[in-house]
Structures are given as structure tokens and as C-alpha cells.
């Protein structure tokens, strides 16, 4: 399988490669996030050539990680791990406490969730403020816990990082896409727009 990195504009990637001319809108992403059922996911009937994006939010078993990048191949697959995943997303361009660049998208994220018990990818609050406290800007943010500001109500478990809504205050990422819920909702903060994804959700960044 060719490397997950070959399609960033950073790393040395071969840029003939690339499914997409720099400068181009508007993106066409597919999002997938917490699929807890395998027996119950069923990719997309549109032609491949009709995305320019998967992203994977966490919580996503290894079969169904097959499908993805199998189906997907020849487009750029990019993630964060959830709670439950371990940290290394074979085969997955791993966002997680950085940001890279996919042609002229820039794509931040942080993965994992709220410590409640013993285990990885679980952070506190302090952990993730510092981590992005020094992130730099992205259009794209993927997490698999959601912004305080629309989770504010859940449970403990399920509820986000205050870190994460200083964020997209002072970053203002067009668009931020998580999973962790058992809801999928959208939601508007700013200029951003918050999408939280159960299963499997189509989207349209067009600036």
C-alpha cells in the first residue's frame, strides 16, 4: 500500500499524485466517525471521482478501515484516532496535534477524548489547551470529542474540550468536523461550521 503522506504538499510527496489542482473550490468530503456496527455501514453510492476527501474521526474498527481505504483509493484519507483506537492509523494521514496540507487545504486536528479512566488517547483539559495553544490556523479541523460549546450538557465521557472552543475563536476554521456523540448535529459558532457525524455524513466546503 503506498504511503498515507503521498499527498501532502509537505513531506516530499509526489505532487503528480495528487487528485486536485492547489487553489481549487469547491472540496467534496466524505466524513465517517464513530461506527460501532460493522455489519451496519455501507459506503457511498456516488462514483469515487465525485469526492476529493475522506476523513476518519475515530472510533472506527479495523474492518471497516479496510473498506475505506480500499473503496477510497487514489483519494487522500486523512484522521484522527478516537478513544477507543490506538494512536497509529495505519494506512490514514494522522492529524492528530498537528496540521498539514492536502493541495491548498490545510487540515488540523486532535484526536481521542475526555480522561475517564485509565487508557490511551484520553487527555485532560490542560493537555489539550497546551497542545493547541501552539496549533497553527487550518480551514479544515477534524477531533474526535466535540468543541465545549456544543457538548455542553453531555455526560462527563462525551463531553469537549473549552480548549478546542478558543480555537476555532481564535483560529476560525471554516469547517469542524467530529464524532464521539451518539447524534449527528450542525451547528454554526462564528464562522465555523460545526458538524458532528454518527456513522457516515457528505459534505461541501466551498471557501
Known sequence: MPSADMY???????????RRRAGGFPWRILAIGDVHSPGDFVLPLQPRDELDL?????????????QILWWGRGIPVVGVPGNHDKADLPGIVNVHGRVVEVADLRIAGFGGARRYRAGPNQFMDWQVARRLYLLGPSDVFLSHAPPLCTSAGEGWVHRGFAA?????????????????????????????????????RLLTLSH
Open 8 to 18: 501532502l504538499t509537505r513531506s516530499g510527496s509526489r505532487s503528480g499524485k495528487r
Open 164 to 200: 478546542f472552543d478558543r480555537y476555532i475563536e481564535r483560529r476560525r476554521p471554516s469547517l469542524w468536523l467530529h464524532g464521539h456523540l451518539a447524534h449527528g448535529y450542525t451547528r454554526i459558532v462564528g464562522s465555523t461550521a460545526i458538524h458532528g457525524v454518527v456513522g457516515k
Open 54 to 66: 475522506i476523513v476518519t474521526l475515530g472510533d472506527i474498527p479495523p474492518s471497516v478501515i479496510e
